[in-house]
């Protein structure tokens, strides 16, 4: 192992790089190879590529069964899924969501003309703070949409207390919590609807894909016929409609993801803790904690870095990172509030976001997932307790270089 004990042993300060390859914050889940390849013969011979064939259905119908939920309406990706439940709940003027998350959260609702309004979040959970939505609420507020923000469920009940009284539909983004459970209840239940993300970083993947899942019949209904251009049978045509349909390609991979779900968390969870007891001895940085108690994917190692302590910006740790070719990214910095066309249309949203950008300024999202070994993490751990022991010198040198490498454009992508 390489130990960086010296300022010049970092790389960005023309030392040897850590890693040889990029770590990634997520690479793909795969799950069993020959299985998939069966899989994606078999789609091959049959010839029905898409279109809901069975492979598709066999997906839709073990997410119901493992969710324990009534529908479930497999995807093109998790985006869509949005855009589409938005559109059949009825969603129109305003709707409150938080500003830390993935753009895809608010773009789904602008995309339809619909007014993104964005809460703060609670500092204790980092999700959408109940306490805040209803002072948000105007005439042309027509819904509100959560986030389970890195796996860990919003206040659900509270929320659907302000739902049900204000008479607002609810949604949540469940992109992050496929796999989790809210008062041991499985993610999906909550809302009129929640959607998933299968996007080939994410816990679950299909390559590209998503998911509404809900126990409402008439929505699901809707949701279906969007979905496939309004269709009702043949030659009949009876909505708007989209396409968002998954291909078979997509469901074999989904299915063959879903074989490997307990593995996954396993692998995760295992990481997790290392990197938790690893990070205990690094001052000013504090891992944010899984409740163990409920089901957990595990899937986003978020790291909270005090700068008083570390003495080196967040900033600065993450070029010192990329240097070494950990790829530690800032999600989801600067925050939907902060980028276009939200940052043009309320460029004064940050007052009412004090915890939110509070936090976006604060974390770094850490390679975690079945391609990273748990030597890599204690390579990690340790490259950042040494960089943090010198937190002054370096964070000096680093100001003083006028022309800091910068990694390719692509790689933010
Ligand atoms: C990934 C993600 C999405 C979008 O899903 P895609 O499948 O990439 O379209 C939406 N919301 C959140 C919070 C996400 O992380």
Redesign the pocket.
């Known amino acids: 192992m390489i130990h960086k004990r010296y300022p010049e042993d970092l790389a960005i300060l023309g030392g040897p790089q850590l890693f040889d390859e990029i770590m990634h914050v997520g690479r793909p889940n795969i799950g069993d190879r020959e299985r998939l390849l069966k899989r994606i013969n078999d789609v091959l011979d049959r010839k029905w590529f898409t279109n809901r064939g069975p492979l598709v259905q066999e997906f839709e119908r073990q997410l119901t069964e493992y969710l324990g939920v009534k529908h479930c309406i497999a995807m093109c ?6 855009e589409i439940a938005i559109r059949a709940l009825g969603m129109t003027g305003e709707v409150i969501i938080p500003a830390n ?2 753009i ?2 608010a773009h ?1 609702l602008q995309w339809q003309e619909i007014t993104p309004v964005f809460c703060d979040i609670n500092p204790s959970t980092n999700n959408i703070d109940q306490v805040k939505i209803e002072e948000l609420i105007t005439p042309r507020t027509s819904g509100i949409m959560g ?1 389970h ?1 890195w796996g860990h469920p919003c206040a659900v009940e509270e929320i659907t207390e302000i739902a049900c009284k204000n008479n607002l539909k609810l949604l949540f ?1 469940a ?2 919590a496929f796999a989790c459970t809210h008062n041991g209840k499985m993610i999906g239940n909550f809302g009129n609807a929640e ?1 998933f ?3 080939a ?2 816990f679950i993947n299909t390559f ?3 998911a509404v899942v809900t126990n409402d019949d008439d929505l699901a209904k809707r949701i279906r016929l969007m979905k496939n251009f309004g269709f009702s049978g043949y030659d009949n045509v009876i909505y708007v409609g989209t396409n968002g349909k998954m291909s078979e390609i997509s469901a074999a991979m989904g299915l063959t993801s879903l074989e490997s779900l307990d593995e996954f968390i396993d692998v995760n969870y295992r990481n997790y803790k290392h990197y938790q007891s690893d990070l205990e001895e690094v001052p000013g940085l504090s891992i944010i904690r899984y409740d163990e108690k409920e089901k957990r994917n595990y899937q986003y190692i978020v790291v909270e870095v005090d700068e008083e302590v570390t003495r080196l910006t967040r900033d600065q740790i993450i070029q010192v990172l990329h240097a070494e070719n950990i790829l530690a990214r800032r999600y ?1 910095y600067p925050g939907c509030h902060r980028m276009e066309p939200y940052r043009s249309m309320f460029p004064h949203a940050g007052m009412l976001l004090p915890n939110t950008d509070m936090l976006l300024a604060r974390v770094i999202s850490f390679p975690t997932g079945t391609s990273i070994q748990i030597e890599d993490i204690s390579k990690l751990c340790d490259l950042l307790r040494n960089t943090i022991e010198k937190g002054d010198e370096i964070s000096e040198r680093l100001n003083n270089m006028s022309n800091i490498q910068r990694l390719p454009e692509h790689v933010w992508l």
């Open positions: 990706n998790g985006t869509i899924s949005l998350t993935f895809a959260t789904a986030v923000l983004d992109a992050h959607i993300s299968f996007h970083t994410k590209e894909g998503g989801f």
